[in-house]
């Protein structure tokens, strides 16, 4: 189990790097990660390197102990770099040029910064590939953080090149992009421009892949770089850090490529269900390598400085969201950053030694976590016993955010609606791309999945027919991979599953819009109670459903609102609006009682008790402001004695090895 943080040994005098480490060692620190934005103190000049104080960095670090995760230091150029090349810089969608002196200013596709940052890491890796302090390699920093979207130059040529590459001839990206509309067909790949500043609405089509292409250019300055590290014999393990649902990477991608996930995680103090957004965040990372443990990798001890307000975590708290990762197949606990740092644009930002040094409630508790970390056994990596299994893709993500739809279609929030409300009923969730193999799960949801590719809708069909309990929800296989409606409307790919058909979407008001009753919200009426919807009342067509729900209210009173289709052996239910969080609870309940999946606590689910599984390890997190006592059969690992319930504090967590279920 590690644990540490960011490291910048280059901000301090020599003096202060053996006062960090001794604290480092009182706090039980395992690793640090080094050289993040080191380039300029690295390379002062094209071409010359300084490496004696990174030597001296790594000597003392690994002759107390600590291992380093040792960064690539690519993330921010040096300024000698963009005066000499500025041609570099990244440009925004206006075509204006952003100012080098903060991070992250350079274009990902300038061949300017690709070679500088290769070179850099060809000797890098040289010179550190076999250096015993170094146990893992870090690359560059949080792709596309600060900058999502480049639109220079550099991208247009690269966009181009992408373009050709995926549709061999222009007229065949015509066909896909539909460019006959608004006389916008191209001649060739050179008349494609990149999605500027327009008039008006840019084709969908060419947004969408637009964003495939942002992914992609990022994910290739990753490969870059990790190909030269293998190159130069590197051995270690190679990570970047990723940054929970990222909208502009696609991460179900970019898992494949690294050797191991690590995610940076900052959860609001000023929000009390926040938690319930970092277990989203944490199951999603769990789920994109199943059965593999991964890394927090930054996370604030205290308050960080990204926000308009940025409030303390209450004592406690650190410990509990770090063990709220542990439960779900976290290895290492890590902050931004060891010591906090004087100057500089986060220099409010918390840390592990912050500016009031040792005698302070933050030094207290990372001293804590440290013991606590290091007492506890090897965990399994999982599995996470979950029977349910949330469907989230990047590119109905994408393709549901264009400007064009009947309304504004929130689908990173109606995903995390469904996982808030499995658990408050304390029911582990899998996140899933939808086009694997689904046969593991007893209940499969897919919220608003606006784009349907073939191979989706294969896999989702191959699930239900199998015996499988599929739910979809309201603006679900509206386009196909291209952005493009198919023959026969809308829902067609997934029609002969649902038995529906969607043929309007009905689109309300945003909530407290005041147009009326059931203009901005709805109701169904159903066996379970009544539900709460908004964003859409769909007018759907039974083609072999049978009704389960009807509207209450609005323009479709007495209209279907639910159905049940059986498929094959299993079942396929469509809800034909987004439903609020106490309707996706209501709905969850009855479907678990159903499918007869079983809650990890047993008797009334405690909404701000987290609960997840790793292997036969329950971890049961109090992130409420009242003590709580709760019902669970094992051996507590902290005492080693039998337990029938557990009473926890406000932030108090505790983990049970249990007999239980681990599919």
Not at 218 to 231: A, C, K, P, Q
Not at 263 to 284: G, I
Request: with cysteine; net charge negative.
């Amino acid at each position: 189990m590690h644990y540490g943080g960011d490291y910048y040994p280059e901000q301090w005098d020599p003096a202060i790097w053996r006062e960090d480490i001794e604290r480092m060692q009182e706090a039980g620190v395992t690793m640090v990660t080094v050289g993040v934005f080191a380039w300029a103190r690295i390379q002062p000049r094209e071409g010359e390197f300084d490496w004696r104080w990174l030597d001296e960095v790594l000597d003392l670090l690994h002759d107390a102990g600590i291992a380093v995760d040792l960064a690539t230091a690519t993330a921010s150029p040096p300024p000698w770099a963009t005066t000499a090349y500025p041609q570099m810089l990244p440009r925004d969608h206006e075509g204006v040029v952003y100012s080098p002196g903060s991070r992250q200013h350079y274009a990902p596709t300038s061949p300017d910064y690709r070679r500088l940052a290769a070179d850099l890491v060809t000797v890098m890796a040289a010179r550190y590939a076999q250096h015993p302090a170094v146990q893992m390699w870090h690359v560059n920093n949080e792709y596309g953080c600060h900058l999502h979207y480049d639109y220079s130059e550099n991208a247009e040529r690269a966009f181009r090149r992408w373009l050709e590459a995926k549709y061999r001839d222009i007229d065949t990206l015509n066909s896909a992009w539909g460019t006959v509309f608004w006389s916008q067909s191209f001649g060739s790949f050179d008349d494609v421009p990149l999605p500027r500043r327009a008039p008006y609405i840019h084709n969908p089509a060419a947004e969408l892949d637009f964003r495939r292409f942002t992914s992609d250019a990022l994910l290739e300055l990753f490969v870059m770089e990790r190909d030269i590290l293998r190159d130069a014999g590197a051995t270690q393990p190679i990570t970047t850090n990723f940054m929970g649902a990222f909208p502009a990477a696609d991460y179900w991608r970019w898992a494949q490529e690294v050797d191991i996930i690590s995610d940076d995680t900052y959860p609001d103090p000023n929000d009390p269900a926040a938690y319930l957004d970092s277990a989203f965040t944490r199951d999603l990372m769990r789920s994109l390598r199943p059965g593999q443990p991964w890394l927090v990798m930054e996370q604030a001890t205290e308050a960080a400085n990204s926000r308009l307000t940025n409030a303390p975590k209450a004592p406690g708290q650190a410990e509990a969201l770090s063990m709220q990762s542990v439960g779900r197949g976290a290895d290492g606990i890590l902050f931004f950053q060891w010591r906090q740092s004087r100057r500089g644009a986060e220099k409010f930002h918390s840390a592990m030694l912050p500016h009031a040094g040792t005698d302070t409630r933050i030094w207290r508790e990372v001293v804590h976590l440290g013991e606590t970390l290091r007492s506890l056994p090897e965990l399994p990596a999982g599995p996470s016993g979950a029977r349910i299994a949330l469907v989230f893709r990047w590119d109905s993500w994408w393709a549901s955010s264009s400007p064009d739809l009947p309304t504004i279609v929130d689908y990173e929030r109606h995903v995390r609606t469904w996982h808030g409300a499995a658990q408050q009923l304390h029911l582990p969730v899998d996140l899933v791309r939808g086009d694997e193999d689904l046969s593991r799960y007893d209940l499969v949801i897919a919220p608003s999945l606006f784009l349907v590719d073939d191979r989706t809708a294969a896999a989702l069909q191959r699930y239900v027919e199998a015996g499988g309990h599929l739910v979809v929800t309201a603006f679900s296989d509206v386009v196909d991979a291209d952005c493009a409606f198919r023959d026969g409307g809308f829902t067609v790919a997934l029609r002969e599953v649902l038995g529906v058909e969607t043929l309007e979407f009905g689109a309300l008001v945003p909530a407290g819009g005041g147009h009326g009753p059931g203009l901005d919200a709805v109701t169904v009426r159903t066996p379970f109670g009544d539900l709460g919807g908004h964003t859409a009342a769909e007018v759907i067509r039974l083609r072999g459903a049978e009704v389960i729900g009807r509207f209450v209210d609005g323009r479709e009173a007495g209209a279907p609102a639910l159905t049940r289709h059986a498929f094959g052996d299993g079942h396929a239910d469509y809800l034909a609006t987004i439903p609020d969080a106490p309707a996706a609870r209501a709905i969850l309940e009855s479907l678990s009682e159903h499918r007869a999946i079983a809650p990890l606590l047993e008797g009334e689910p405690v909404s701000f008790v987290d609960v997840s599984r790793r292997g036969d390890h329950v971890t049961i997190v109090n992130h409420g402001v009242t003590d709580v006592e709760v019902p669970i059969s094992g051996t507590d690992i902290s005492t080693g004695q039998p337990v029938t319930q557990v009473r926890l504090q406000p932030f108090e967590w505790a983990i049970i090895r249990t007999e239980g279920e681990t599919r």
